[in-house]
Nanobody, 114 residues
């Protein structure tokens, strides 16, 4: 079974930057839709960003202009570049990749100081 592992999270100051990566144990093709969700304490999991099969990008209104999603520069890697971080960005970030079904990672914590 394919597994996804997120990395790159941790502590950041408000206004800082982080780069999250989503690496797959399986093959990642250019046509595989990929994306990110996040879940803050006491909140529902919400959409962050995605890349479609045709390489179109979509962003949540909460992060638009501050994040960039890409399919990565290495094999089996998708990235989420975040800048101008806000305390409200504090959450566990989950990546997903679509094959015949949607596969989710186990999550990576991002903490932004207030």
């Amino acid at each position: 079974q394919v597994r996804l592992v997120e990395s790159g999270g941790g502590l950041a100051q408000a206004g800082g930057s982080l780069r999250l990566s989503c690496q797959s144990s399986g093959s990642l093709f250019r046509s595989n839709p990929v994306g990110w969700y996040r879940q803050a304490p006491g909140k529902q999991r919400e959409f962050v960003a995605s890349v479609t099969a045709t390489n179109n990008t979509n962003y949540s209104v909460y992060v638009k202009g501050r994040v960039t999603i890409s399919r990565g520069n290495t094999k089996n890697t998708a990235n989420l570049q975040m800048k101008n971080l806000k305390h409200g960005d504090t959450a566990v970030y989950y990546c997903y990749i679509e094959w015949s079904t949607v596969v989710w990672g186990e999550g990576n914590q991002v903490n932004v100081s207030k």
